[in-house]
């Protein structure tokens, strides 16, 4: 259980490291919106990954009752995905577009995914916990979204 939830808050800082790195981009770009999105996006992220170390911590306490996630949805899977990922951002010259699709669909995995751990625990606080981290997944999908809907007129302003 402990070792579930410390993958858990790890995959939320490799997130948190991929937004901090398109930041990088944005501010070096002076792209004030976007600095600001992946600024507060990877806030979001480092905020979710002490959520689940202090969860993790809790836990050493109680027995949990966590059904196995399948191989896909298992966060070991999903810490080797956010890591390449993590060195693609670094490694290549991505466009602001391509960053905003990637951040993108890796948000609606993470949905996906923490929406079906609510669904393996019994205990209702871990049931919240992942419940709350699928909805600010959601909340990063909206913004993300509302961006790439504004950005043709946003590169003709600029
Ligand atoms: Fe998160």
Known sequence: MIKFLTACAHVEEMAAQIYRTMRQKAVAENQADLD?????????EEAHAQQLRFAARLSRERVFDLVEPSQAAHPAA???RTELMLDYVR?????????????????????KIHT???LQFQDPSMKKTF?????ADDQHVASLQEVIRRFPKRLATK
């Open 91 to 111: 490694s290549k010259k991505l466009s602001e577009l391509e960053m905003l699709h990637i951040a993108d669909e890796l948000e609606r995995d993470f949905q």
């Open 116 to 118: 079906s751990y609510t």
């Open 36 to 44: 600001k999105l992946w600024g507060e996006m990877a806030a979001d």
């Open 131 to 135: 419940e709350a981290l699928a909805k």
């Open 78 to 80: 999903l810490l080797k």
